[in-house]
């Protein structure tokens, strides 16, 4: 299983920035899939995530209402997107998989994740 986390980089406070990992060697609808964040000195923060089907997802309370997470299931690929950034939200995000059955919802916990990405860094400046 292979994730590759893109889209990063450096943007003003306020941008909107998408950031996209593509999956592969796995069968990609059987996969709950979440996005965290981590800032230097800082653990390893819960952002996003989506349940297998797509039909639920949840948000840290820092992001609630700026961030979308999504998923295509064709294109084997989740997107974050993020909105009014803040300097707050500047870290290294990364991406992650876990295989789970059809009834369990979105998975706010890394330990509760399988399979990580390369991470990509984003950085607000003001």
């Known amino acids: 299983v292979q994730l590759q986390a893109s889209g990063g980089g450096l943007v003003q406070v306020g941008d909107s920035l998408r950031l996209s990992c593509a999956a592969s060697?796995?069968?990609?609808?059987?996969?709950?899939l979440g996005w965290f964040r981590q800032a230097p000195g800082k653990e390893r923060e819960f952002v996003a995530a989506?349940?297998?089907?797509?039909?639920?997802?949840s948000y840290g309370d820092s992001v609630k209402g700026r961030f979308t997470i999504s998923r295509d299931n064709g294109k084997k690929t989740v997107h974050l997107q993020m909105t009014s950034l803040t300097v707050e939200d500047t870290a290294n995000y990364y991406c992650?998989?876990?295989?789970?059955?059809?009834?369990?919802?979105?998975?706010?916990?890394?330990?509760?994740?399988?399979?990580w990405g390369q991470g990509t860094q984003v950085t607000v400046s003001s």
């Open positions: 060697g796995l069968t990609f609808s059987r996969y709950a």
């Open positions: 992650a998989a876990k295989t789970t059955i059809l009834s369990v919802g979105p998975i706010t916990t890394p330990t509760g994740y399988d399979h």
């Open positions: 989506i349940s297998r089907g797509g039909g639920t997802t």
